[in-house]
């Protein structure tokens, strides 16, 4: 199989195969609280894209330079995966602030909120410790893999808040029974576009 | 000591009813979807869960004068952190089986809305006594509905319950045409907003009353 190709099915699986909020309800919560509106899901959208990227590749060099080595992974990863998502949110806060106050204010309170995305500890947990993901492509991922496949996993998420976003802006005039208005609505919203990933299975044999 | 358990037997109801978690609170949804398609993940998720909110309400609210104020949240992580550890590496040892179908569920428990917002909304500023209660409330109101959910969609996805290797109960001829829709992801979501649809229905009625 050669590069490029490899790397294109990797960011195709986690983009739509194996769509982390549809398929593998990882950070289901912002995907309800945030996706009201598409403008606010878009920003948080480019908030994980770009939190998610940095923190796996802190990750990854933990992980293969620091952890390993020292064979203190098995147990140690959980707290030094969580810090470095933790310091970098804090950091990448402080360095928008500084230097583009408008991003700021466009994406300042979604970026506290990511710290605790599972999203973000999921993607950099699969992208180093072998075992976890199931993609038959590649089990152990180099650091450019690593790249790519968090790229899709935040592209597959920004990709279905945004639709789901859309869904929710039209329901807001549409007759809903009383039982099912606001949060039961948006589950079978989420049910039905599940469903419609779940098209997605075997795509080129992934 | 008699007023003192009545409080604590208040602190722990509140979590199981009035602000139970996943349906009230709407907090840390995503494990409890992904994991209660068997009835048996339930149990092992909820005992996981209550460990650790217990824990980290307990060691968290025993330091609380002693934390600054603003690197509590760094702090709480760690200690939260510390205690997936524990629940990570003994399920990994003991139940091999489980722990491979729980998955990335466990080390997730450490960014589970659920317990932060413990930490940060009830054991920071409570004594330990009630952080245990409201730790073991929290657990306990989380259990329940994972349990729940996973019972109803294991009996309708495969028409039987299996629990420990046991066919608890079986609905015969169902089990041929059962939707397996329902311990697919798309039944999570739907049963989750049957359920939820149905709470709402009882509370405007009772609000009617």
Redesign the interface.
Known sequence: MNEVYRYFLIFLGALLVYNIL????????PL??VSTQVETSIGMAMSVLFVMTMSTAASWVAWNYVLTPLHVG??????VF??II??LVQFTEMVIKKTSPPLYRAMGIYLPLI????A???AA??AVKPG?LKLNVVYNFSLPEALIYTIGVAAGFGLVIVLFACIRERLETAPI????????????I???M??AF?GFANLLGL | MEERNSSFWLEFRKGFILENPLMVLMVGLCAALAISNRFENGIFMGIAVTFVLVFSNMIIAAIRKGIPDEIRIPIFIVIIASFVTIVDLSMKAYFPAVYSRLGVWIPLIVVNCIILARAEGYAYTHTVWHSIADGLGMGAGYTCVVLFMGFIRELLGTGKLVVFNKTVISLGGYGHYAPSIFILFPGAFLTFACLLALLNRYNARKTDE
């Not at chain 1, 098995?74 to 707290?79: E, G, K, R, T």
């Not at chain 1, 710290?115 to 599972?118: I, K, L, M």
């Not at chain 1, 029974?177 to 079978?188: E, L, N, T, V, W």
């Open positions: 549809l398929i593998r309800f990882i950070a289901l919560c309800i609280g098995q147990f140690l990863y959980i707290p969580i810090l933790a310091s710290t605790t995305n599972c973000v500890l999921a947990t699969e976890f029974p009383h039982s099912f208005r606001g949060a039961p609505i948006a589950f079978i989420a049910a039905l599940s469903l779940m």
